[in-house]
Structure formats: structure tokens, C-alpha cells
């Protein structure tokens, strides 16, 4: 069945930060998306998860979840800088957020 897409029928991805360490607080992490915050139907996006140096894991977690979604290795983007990277192919409408074990 064929239909417009508008607006107010994409799916909606919201991000949220956050992080925790054993030897206090570090600076809460960056997230995005690419190509942007709202993704069209059937469309795969990446989140971008970004930390201060020191960061060895950052975990994406949808909120509606009890399971956390990946987990992944960072790579050094710049000597302040940890990355992660999540390619989804089919992104579910909801709320993410990055978690740092470390």
C-alpha cells in the first residue's frame, strides 16, 4: 500500500549521553547520528558515540530495552578523543543512549 511519508509518520531517533567510571566522572560523551536525527522507514543509520581519551567501550542501549544492543571497541579520532561506531541497517523508532564501562 502506497502512502506519503510526512513528518509527523518518520520514525524518530532521540539520543541520550552518558557515562560512568570507577575513578570518578569523566566528561559525559557525545552521540549522533549520520546522516541525521531523523532516519527515513527502512533506512540504516550510524551512531557516533564519542568520549574523552581513556575511554575503552562505549555501549549503545535502546531505552525501552532491559538488554543493552552492542558493544564496541573505540578507536583513537585525535589524541583528546575516543570514537565508536554503530551501524544499524534497520533502526526501530526510540530512544538510544552511549554507556561507558570503563
Not at 87 to 96: A, E, L, N, T, V
Amino acid at each position: 500500500v502506497g502512502g506519503v511519508l510526512t513528518r509527523a509518520s518518520l520514525p524518530v531517533l532521540c539520543l541520550a549521553q552518558m557515562i560512568h567510571t570507577q575513578e570518578g566522572p569523566l566528561p559525559r560523551p557525545s552521540i549522533s547520528a549520520e546522516p541525521g536525527t531523523v532516519i527515513p522507514l527502512g533506512r540504516p543509520v550510524t551512531i557516533v558515540c564519542r568520549g574523552p581519551v581513556g575511554v575503552h567501550t562505549f555501549r549503545l542501549e535502546r531505552e525501552d530495552r532491559s538488554k543493552f544492543n552492542d558493544t564496541k571497541d573505540v578507536s583513537q579520532a585525535s589524541p583528546s578523543e575516543s570514537v565508536a561506531r554503530f551501524r544499524i541497517d534497520s533502526p526501530k523508532k526510540g530512544r538510544r543512549r552511549c554507556l561507558s564501562p570503563s
